[in-house]
């Protein structure tokens, strides 16, 4: 395990107050935040090597594109990808997704085809199937959510037949703290000839990924989850698939040759990556993944599940709440329910005492009313977080009931 304390040295802003209060940030499945390294690199890019990439033969082309290229080869070692040509940079987990509905979607979809999703996706896994869906008249069919937060694997071996095309599904789930059996769904896509889609915005950042493990033929993230700038993401794809695909966008340099009535394209993954990328963005991304490599992702893994199981036990103490999700094997995703204290009047109430959560649905609408909720509190923890911090939201909640309480009397 690393040192905590000693980690924490590396995030400047853990050490700004809000108004008089020290801030404890748990909102960490919405953004992370940023070590000195990943700061410093922005800095540097900018400062020494900024130029357009791939272009120009200068000095200064030339330092930024290899430093963009050495960004990509990082990546895939972090996500255990053998071939860096199956590594797009993108906007984030969102584009990624989007970028597989509809260069791949486009092109293999048809009508009475199937995609099959889970009741936990976020939206940024829902709505682009649903407009490829409505595009080709296919359909989207939902693999149930237990009481325990689980997925439904039984309901899935039936959902995943003959018609099936691609299954998506959420690694980790940004209500729930679950880790869904992806490895299983993907063998059940393959076994019918179908893909598998992994959505990991909220696995990349917390635990070990190797996509040649998982068995996935499609793998999304966002860099600003992981300690990265926001603006930059990434998808993986197994290369056949990738040169199979039509492009996404187009523009320069995802081209080879252009004429005016029709062009070529670009070999993978610049067949992608249309336009001036994010190159201070992926160079960012890239000294996140040294950071999180150097901590070991098996580190980060065990310090969160700690924290997060510590904090199911700790709010479990407070009289008439809801937590969702399972106790234990968890990720660092607690969100809960009080039955006297909105989510909002919440977070702004714990806003007061310098602690930052979230409050809302989460962009997952489909999820809260399968759970039989508007909305949840939720506290997400992160490689920097602490006991104490746990100790801080658990008193301040407390603090919050007593006094809507004394309010509404």
Excluded at 38 to 61: C, F, K, M, Q, S
Excluded at 131 to 151: M, Q
Aim: hydrophobic share 40%; net charge negative.
């Amino acid at each position: 395990m690393y040192d905590v304390r000693q980690v924490r040295e590396d995030f400047p802003i853990l050490k700004r107050r809000v108004g008089d209060r020290p801030l404890v940030y748990l909102d960490n499945a919405a953004t992370s935040q940023k070590p000195r390294q990943v700061l410093d690199a922005l800095t540097e890019y900018y400062e020494r090597h900024n130029a357009n990439i791939h272009r120009g033969v200068h000095r200064l082309a030339e330092e930024a594109t290899a430093l963009y290229e050495e960004a990509r080869r990082k990546v895939a070692r972090f996500l255990g990808a053998p071939d860096t040509r199956s590594v797009v940079f993108t906007r984030g987990t969102t584009e990624s997704i989007n970028l597989v509905a509809y260069a791949w979607g486009r092109k293999n979809l048809r009508e009475g085809d199937e995609v099959v999703l889970t009741e936990s996706e976020h939206h940024s896994n829902l709505v682009p199937w649903q407009l490829a869906a409505r595009a080709a008249g296919a359909k989207l069919r939902f693999i149930p959510v237990r009481e325990d937060g689980a997925l439904d694997m039984e309901a899935a071996e039936q959902l995943i037949g003959p018609r099936t095309r691609l299954v998506g599904c959420i690694h980790a789930s940004n209500v729930l703290g679950t880790i869904n059996p992806v490895e299983r769904l993907a063998a059940l896509a393959h076994a019918h000839g179908a893909l598998m889609l992994v959505d990991g915005a909220q696995s990349a950042p917390h635990v070990p990924v190797d996509v040649k493990s998982l068995g996935c033929d499609f793998f999304a993230a966002s860099g600003h989850k992981m300690l990265g700038p926001t603006g930059v993401g990434v998808l993986w794809a197994r290369p056949e698939l990738l040169e199979e695909m039509d492009p996404f966008l187009g523009g320069g340099e995802m081209i080879r040759e252009v004429h005016l009535e029709y062009s070529t394209w670009n070999d993978i993954p610049y067949k992608f990556e249309a336009g001036t990328m994010n190159i201070a963005q992926a160079i960012g991304l890239g000294a996140a993944v040294d950071y999180l490599s150097g901590l070991g992702m098996e580190n980060v893994r065990e310090h969160e599940r700690h924290l997060g199981e510590y904090a199911y036990r700790r709010l479990s103490e407070l009289e008439g709440i809801t937590i969702f999700g399972p106790e234990k094997d968890r990720t660092g995703v607690v969100a809960f329910h009080l039955p006297d204290v909105h989510p909002h009047d919440l977070s702004q109430l714990l806003d007061e005492e310098g602690i930052a959560t979230r409050s809302g649905h989460h962009c997952c609408q489909p999820l809260m009313r399968r759970l039989g909720v508007a909305a949840t509190a939720r506290a997400s923890f992160y490689l920097y977080n602490t006991e104490e911090e746990v100790d801080a939201l658990v008193e301040a909640v407390q603090r919050a009931r007593e006094f809507f309480g004394a309010f509404a009397r």
